[in-house]
């Protein structure tokens, strides 16, 4: 159980077009996902937290009109980057929070999306 | 918010020795503390974690300890193998009702040595 897929786990554009990334909790309804970027050879950086049914709360630093997050159900959050530049590129993770977890803090990441903009 | 601090940024050991991580964190509220190996291009994996009401516990050849007073934790690796070879990242979460993000120490790079 606890199983959290994204899509799509690797994706290249060009600069200024806009990247949707899709996190899902396949066995259990996330009551909150977050999403964390990771830079090559660096650690997880914490970018959002998604609730659903609510505006994402987002980490100081981080541009809510870029980097729009979208929690309209229960098992599913999207994170759509816009007009992305090469600086964007970058491992792009999910985790979800639920069920069970949700008295521990335990999250269960997403295998990550390589998003590489050219 | 909260501070993570994790040392060292890379350890070497040879195949069978122990290996020890530390991590020091900032906020006093932080309750949850997990740890994660993360192999190249792949996700985060929980290996183990510990809750603030609690001050050690193992898993098989992993361990971790917490000192809420000295506000640090460590993790313990013995008999260490191969397949240990990682990057491990600590973690801590703040109460917030049970849905807090983690922030991150900047990770070990374990290498062991056959």
């Known amino acids: 159980g606890a199983v959290v897929s994204q899509h799509p786990s690797w994706v290249i554009c060009k600069s200024g077009t806009s990247v949707k990334i899709e996190c899902r909790s396949l066995?259990?309804?996330?009551?909150?996902m977050f999403w964390y970027r990771q830079f090559p050879k660096q650690s997880l950086m914490l970018m959002a937290t998604?609730?659903?049914?609510?505006?994402?709360?987002?980490e100081q630093g981080v541009e809510k009109d870029k980097f729009l997050i979208n929690h309209a159900s229960l098992t599913l959050s999207t994170l759509t980057v816009t007009s992305a530049h090469p600086e964007d590129s970058s491992f792009y993770i999910c985790?979800?929070?639920?069920?069970?977890?949700?008295?521990?803090?335990?999250?269960?990441f997403g295998p990550g999306t390589r998003l590489t903009v050219l | 918010g909260e501070n993570v601090e994790q040392h060292p940024s890379t350890l070497s050991v040879q195949e069978g020795d122990s290996a020890v991580i530390k991590c020091t964190y900032s906020?006093?509220?932080?309750?949850?503390f997990p740890w994660y190996k993360q192999e190249l291009g792949k996700r985060p994996q929980l290996i183990i974690d510990i809750r603030s009401n609690v001050g050690e516990k193992k898993d098989q050849r992993i361990a971790v300890t917490l000192n809420k007073t000295a506000k640090h934790f460590s993790l313990h690796i013995t008999e260490t193998q191969p397949e240990d070879s990682a990057v491990y990242f600590c973690a801590a979460s703040e109460p917030g009702g049970g849905a807090d993000g983690l922030t991150f120490g900047k990770g070990t790079h374990l290498i062991i040595q056959p």
């Open positions: 906020d006093s509220a932080s309750n949850y």
């Open positions: 998604s609730n659903e049914g609510s505006k994402a709360t987002y």
């Open positions: 985790s979800a929070l639920g069920g069970r977890s949700v008295s521990y803090n335990e999250q269960f």
């Open positions: 066995d259990f309804q996330a009551t909150t």
